[in-house]
Nanobody, 127 residues
C-alpha cells in the first residue's frame, strides 16, 4: 500500500510561482509513474503532468507546457510540481497520483490507470 500526501498549495499571484510536493510512503519508488491532475470548480479532473522512471520521461498538458515542471526526488520518494507564470485558469484542487508500473504513453493521461491518489491540495490564483 502507498500513501500520498500533497502539500504546497495555497494562494498564488497571477504571474507568480508555487511548488507542490507529493510525499509517498509505504513502498520504494524503484519504478513507476507519478502524475499530477487537477480539478477546477464545476469541471472534470484533468491531466496536468507526469513523470515515468527509471527513464525520467515527462509529459505535460498543452495548457501548462513551458510553465510547469514535474520532477522526482528518488531519495525522498517525493515528487514535485513547479508551477510558474500562474494564471487564473490554474485555480483548482491538484491531486498527485502514482502507479507502480511505468505506464505506456497512451495511458498516462488516464486517471483510471493510477492505483494510488493523494487527498488533493487547493491552489488559488488571484489576479
Amino acid at each position: 500500500q502507498v500513501q500520498l500526501v500533497e502539500s504546497g498549495g495555497g494562494l498564488g499571484q497571477a504571474g507568480g510561482s508555487l511548488t507542490l510536493s507529493c510525499a509517498a510512503s509505504g513502498r520504494a519508488w524503484n519504478t513507476g509513474t507519478v502524475a499530477w491532475f487537477r480539478q477546477a470548480p464545476g469541471k472534470d479532473r484533468e491531466f496536468v503532468a507526469s513523470i515515468r522512471w527509471p527513464s525520467g520521461g515527462t509529459n505535460y498538458a498543452d495548457s501548462v507546457k513551458g510553465r510547469f515542471t514535474i520532477r522526482r526526488d528518488t531519495a525522498k520518494t517525493t515528487a514535485y510540481l513547479q508551477m510558474n507564470s500562474l494564471n487564473a485558469e490554474d485555480t483548482a484542487v491538484y491531486y498527485c497520483a502514482y502507479d507502480t508500473s511505468r505506464l505506456i504513453l497512451s495511458r498516462i493521461r488516464d486517471e483510471g490507470a493510477y492505483d494510488y491518489w493523494g487527498q488533493g491540495t487547493q491552489v488559488t490564483v488571484s489576479s
